[in-house]
C-alpha cells in the first residue's frame, strides 16, 4: 500500500480534525457538515456490501451528521436510529432527519457505545463508519453491538484508515486524535472474541475523503451474530 509523501498538518488543520473524536462547538459543527459530504463515497462503498430489507430495524453508532441515517432511512421502511455521544453530532443528525423522525421512523439519541440504550435482539443491522477507531474497548463494545442485534444480525465497519508502518501523516492523526487503528487479522480476532462469527474483512487503496490528493486504505468488516 503507498505511503503519502505530503507534509504534516497546520495547526489549522488540527484544529478542525480534533472534532472528528467529539465533536464540539463552532468547528465541530463544520465538520460535521463536512464529513456528511466527504465521507460519501466510502460509505456508500461500505453500504453496497449490505442487503437490506424494507423491514431491516438499523441502528447507526456514532452518526456523526447523520447522513448514513438518512440513506438508510431511503432504503428501509422501517425504523432507523442513530446513536452518537456528542451532543452536537445529535444535534446536527436530528436536523438533517427531522421529517422522519417527526413522521416516527426515525430516531436520534445521545449515548456511548458502551451502554446501548436498547433491549437484546432489536436489530438487523448495526454499522458504525469511521467511529471504531475511538471506542473505548473494542472488544467489549462489540459485545454491546452483538447483544442488540437479532441472531443472524450483521455489523458492518467501515474505515477510511488502515494501519500502515513509515507513515508520519498517520501518525500525526492517531497522535492528534488518540485513535487506535486496526488491522484485518485484528478485526477478525476481537469480533470473534466478542462472539460474532462469520466475520469477513476486505481493504483497499481510496481516495482520503478530507484531501483528494492523498491515498488512503478502505475497510469494511461485516459481521454475524
Ligand atoms: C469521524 S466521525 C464519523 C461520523 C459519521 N459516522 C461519518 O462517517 O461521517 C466519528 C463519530 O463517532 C462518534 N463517537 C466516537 N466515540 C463514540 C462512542 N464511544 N459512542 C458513540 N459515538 C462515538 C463521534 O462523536 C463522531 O460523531
Request: net charge negative; proline share 11%.
Given at each position: 500500500m503507498s505511503v503519502n509523501k505530503k507534509g504534516l498538518r497546520s495547526q489549522k488543520e488540527k484544529d478542525l480534525l480534533i472534532n472528528a473524536r467529539k465533536p464540539i462547538g463552532e468547528l465541530g459543527m463544520q465538520l460535521l457538515e463536512r464529513m456528511n459530504t466527504n465521507h460519501k463515497s466510502v460509505s456508500l462503498w461500505g453500504i453496497s456490501h449490505l442487503k437490506i430489507e424494507k423491514n431491516d430495524v438499523i441502528l447507526d453508532i456514532?452518526?456523526?451528521?447523520g447522513a448514513n441515517v438518512e440513506r438508510f432511512n431511503k432504503m428501509t421502511d422501517n425504523k432507523v436510529f442513530g446513536l452518537d455521544y456528542s451532543e452536537l453530532a445529535v444535534e446536527k443528525s436530528t436536523k438533517l432527519n427531522q421529517a422522519a423522525i417527526d413522521e416516527g421512523r426515525c430516531e436520534i439519541i445521545q449515548e456511548s457505545v458502551s451502554e446501548l440504550p436498547f433491549e437484546d435482539n432489536v436489530f438487523d443491522i448495526v454499522t458504525g463508519f469511521e467511529t471504531v477507531?475511538?471506542?473505548?474497548?473494542f472488544v467489549n463494545d462489540a459485545k454491546e453491538v452483538r447483544r442488540v442485534l437479532k441472531d443472524d444480525g450483521i455489523m458492518l465497519i467501515c474505515n477510511e484508515a488502515v494501519p500502515k508502518e513509515n507513515d508520519e501523516r498517520q501518525k500525526e492523526l492517531i497522535d492528534l486524535l488518540q485513535m487506535e487503528l486496526y488491522s484485518e487479522d485484528q478485526f477478525e480476532q476481537y469480533l470473534r472474541e466478542a462472539g460474532f462469527s462469520d466475520v469477513i474483512c476486505f481493504s483497499k487503496e481510496g481516495p482520503d475523503s478530507l484531501d483528494k490528493e492523498l491515498v488512503t486504505g478502505w475497510l469494511y468488516v461485516i459481521a454475524r451474530k
Open positions: 456514532g452518526c456523526g451528521g477507531y475511538f471506542w473505548p474497548d
